[in-house]
């Protein structure tokens, strides 16, 4: 079982490339593939905006994404017409703070959306009265921020450590259904499930919440607390969704430092109360293919291949065993905005009467 994919430069749509996935023989594996192909069959919609991140020569740079971050703004400005005011500069000398991201800036930008969305649970009123493209403006703060962070850490990480440009690409689509996982196939923790392979593909994390593995990366290893606590959820589904490290790999039995962080991330679960041994957590990631790197790029060259990616970040079509669909937008068509925000309608309508 195989699934090609077909990228083109955003910015000349003639010039293409593609990759073939070698789907794994296993059971999860097949669920995918199948799964994948009955998102092509009903032609859902495929979410461009937060796909390609971590790539440093990506054409959507910080002046770009600042552009984008001054309409979200003055779509938001005028809409609230001084009821709710973002204040905020943003330019590429604003975003960083050396080579690293402007974290206080970056936290600002966060709290905007957190105040305006709400919560799934609890929409927030801000985001209730907001017409269409005011609700898309908003979505794009959150967006924006994560792109420009992953942007500029990439950025950095390619003047400091070439060699280690952790690049990945997020497949998803608008209104993927979920599917559930099932119970047999969830595993015990094992620490080489927690490997980073480069042209692996994984499955896409479908649900709200985070894994015990993020929350570990993201408290640095402190106790969790009640609030922590309510930020996690346990794998349920699963979907035709997925993700691909484009990253060099990362082996447990080869990088000591990664050693050293799961062995330690095992005894933090131990001390949260958490049994290793129980399949109900689903600990690590669940490879469902490979990307056949030497025949769709003729080298298997971390450097070569990223710097083939990077030109060509937009995915322009999937074909799974002849069901196959194709993507003929990308953000620099000038009616993206327009045409996403038809799709997005009929959640803005019920998020309106809620």
């Not at 003639?14 to 192909?37: C, E, F, K």
């Not at 905006?49 to 790539?55: A, D, T, V, Y």
């Not at 937008?329 to 959640?347: E, H």
């Amino acid at each position: 079982m195989k699934v090609k994919v077909v990228l083109r430069n955003p910015l000349d749509k003639t010039d293409t490339v593609d990759y073939t996935i070698v789907v794994n023989d296993s059971p999860m594996g097949l669920r995918w593939y199948h799964a994948l192909q009955d998102l092509l069959k009903r032609n859902k919609y495929l979410e461009k905006n937060f796909c390609f991140l971590g790539f440093p020569d990506s054409s959507r740079d910080l002046d770009y994404i600042c552009k984008e971050l001054t309409w979200a703004k003055n779509t938001i400005n005028c809409f609230f017409a001084g009821k709710y005011t973002i204040k905020e500069i943003f330019s590429p000398d604003s975003l960083r703070t050396g080579l690293d991201p402007n974290q206080d800036l970056m936290n600002q930008l966060h709290n905007h959306f957190e105040h305006l969305q709400g919560t799934v649970w609890e929409l927030s009123d801000w985001y209730k009265r907001a017409d269409y493209t005011t609700k898309f403006a908003i979505r794009q703060l959150n967006l924006l921020c994560h792109e420009a962070e992953s942007l500029i850490l990439s950025q950095r990480k390619k003047v400091t450590n070439p060699d280690w440009v952790r690049s990945s690409q997020i497949t998803t689509f608008l209104n993927a259904a979920r599917i559930n996982f099932p119970n047999e196939y969830k595993t015990t923790f094992d620490e080489t499930r927690y490997d980073r392979k480069f042209g692996e593909v994984y499955l896409h994390w479908t649900q709200i919440g985070k894994t015990l593995y993020e929350v570990y990366r993201d408290e640095q290893g402190v106790d969790i607390d009640q609030s922590v606590c309510d930020a996690i959820t346990h794998l349920r589904y699963y979907s035709g969704e997925f993700d691909i490290e484009w990253g060099q790999d990362v082996v447990y039995g080869t990088h000591y430092w990664h050693k050293k962080e799961i062995d330690k991330f095992k005894e933090w679960l131990v001390k949260q109360g958490f049994d290793p041994e129980d399949s109900q957590y689903n600990y690590g990631y669940h490879p469902v293919g490979q990307v056949d790197l030497q025949n769709s790029f003729g080298t298997t060259d971390f450097k070569q291949i990223l710097s083939m990616l990077s030109k060509h970040l937009d995915i322009y079509k999937i074909e799974a065993n002849g069901v196959s669909a194709t993507y003929d937008y990308t953000w620099s068509d000038p009616d993206y905005y327009q045409k996403q925000i038809a799709c997005l309608t009929p959640g803005y309508n019920h998020s309106s009467k809620i």
